[in-house]
T-cell receptor
Framework: DQQVKQNSPSLSVQEGRISILNCDYT??????FLWYKKYPAEGPTFLIS?????DKNEDGRFTVFLNKSAKHLSLHIVPSQPGDSAVYFC?????????????FGTGTRLKVLA | DTEVTQTPKHLVMGMTNKKSLKCEQH?????MYWYKQKAKKPPELMFV???????INESVPSRFSPECPNSSLLNLHLHALQPEDSALYLC??????????????FGAGTRLSVL
């Protein structure tokens, strides 16, 4: 069963507009959520994270919102730029066997149109 | 320097071959990870090393054998693989394994094809 889901496999947005990427999860024991970006032929790179005790974290153009009651988080990118075109993964962390493990969502491919 | 280096970038091997994937980091991180990613799927955790000791094996078949010779290096030894093992193999490292908000830094991966 997929504990972390990204239901939109792809998203297209005009340059300068807002991109909103969504992620849903099922396990209320997750304590941190992270967003990673992946370009082709590169590994995932960390973007932004949020603790489960917060509802918002902002870093420059990137803001992550967490709604614990809905078990939903979203990544907002404002303004979107062509260089943001990539696959975005959300990940949740859970303690297992004394180690925090990442559980990744299936990813959303963002295309920012110039 | 937040770089994790993986070699080789591409690998083609037969089902009877023995090969190794290598991963190196010089960030002083004490936790290192192997992930497997199939096309259009999320990365799936295979192994976690912490302070050079294996702390998690996600029920990975024994044809995959990890090794951590020192705190900077992580190897994945491959033997008698099956075609379904063809995937992108990602290595990652983090400062340590016990912090929930631990950021993992990923290499670019090795794309493995098993014929």
């Amino acid at each position: 069963d997929q504990q972390v889901k990204q239901n939109s496999p792809s998203l297209s947005v005009q340059e300068g507009r807002i991109s909103i990427l969504n992620c849903d999860y099922t396990n209320s024991m997750f304590d941190y959520f992270l967003w990673y970006k992946k370009y082709p032929a590169e590994g995932p790179t960390f973007l932004i994270s949020i603790s489960s005790i917060k509802d918002k974290n902002e870093d420059g153009r990137f803001t992550v919102f967490l709604n614990k009651s809905a078990k939903h988080l979203s990544l907002h990118i404002v303004p979107s730029q062509p260089g943001d075109s990539a696959v975005y993964f959300c990940a949740a962390t859970a303690l297992s066997s004394g180690t925090y493990k990442y559980i990744f969502g299936t990813g959303t491919r963002l295309k920012v149109l110039a | 320097d937040t770089e994790v280096t993986q070699t080789p970038k591409h690998l083609v091997m037969g089902m009877t071959n023995k090969k190794s994937l290598k991963c190196e980091q010089h960030m002083g991180h004490r936790a290192m990870y192997w992930y497997k990613q199939k096309a259009k799927k999320p990365p799936e955790l295979m192994f976690v090393y912490s302070y050079e000791k294996l702390s998690i094996n996600e029920s990975v078949p024994s044809r995959f054998s990890p090794e951590c010779p020192n705190s900077s290096l992580l190897n994945l030894h491959l033997h008698a693989l099956q075609p379904e093992d063809s995937a992108l193999y990602l290595c990652a490292s983090s400062q340590e394994r016990l912090a929930g908000g631990n950021i993992q830094y990923f290499g670019a991966g090795t794309r493995l094809s098993v014929l």
